[in-house]
């Protein structure tokens, strides 16, 4: 899949899709992932993409201009699936939806910046709009850093044991049972007992009592 990121701080992003799985899903030809700076496609001398907004509003706007001259050249290369927007004001972001994006095959995320863009942009630009959760930062590279992460990680292929990927928490709705590793006693602290068994039967059940008793403790609304 490939994943188009326009943002007015590129440098944000540029050591973040060069490490751990974004690296190795790059390495293997599995994604691409590019960075375009909105700067580049302004009129401005001053390169400019923001201004104010009109009925005396605070703050400053990103301005429609530079975003559609961006999403018009990629689009004149190749079809694109999506076009999302990063804004507190979209839609959640969970599993599901990382699970989803994960079968496109292009994908443009926008970074919001300033206050916001233009309506114009969201109206007829935009494809979806996605949020991180209910609060406000001061752009949307950390989201479109989250979203790209999240995605191409489940991407089949990436993630060398795949069913690692599928046994993590939201993918069923549930939170993910508890997880021990060697040695099976520290301190007196002892791994549970039925997961040193080798029982499969019984230690599949134990993961699903645990998940369920997690979730019903941690995030009863997932159970809803």
Known sequence: MRIDIITVLPEMLEGFINESILARA???GLAEIHLHNLRDYTTD??????????????????QIEPIDRCITALKAERDYDEVIFTSPDGEQFNQHTANDLSLKENIIILCGHYKGVDQRVRDHLITREISVGDFVLT??????AIIADSVVRVVPGVIGDEQSALSDCFQDDLLAAPIYTRPAEYKGWRVPDILLSGHEAKIKQWEMDQAMERTRRLRPDLLK
């Open 139 to 144: 752009g949307g590279e950390l989201p479109a």
């Open 45 to 62: 001398k001053w390169r400019r993409v923001d201004d104010y907004p009109y009925g005396g509003f605070a703050g400053m706007v990103m």
């Open 26 to 28: 790059q390495k293997k």
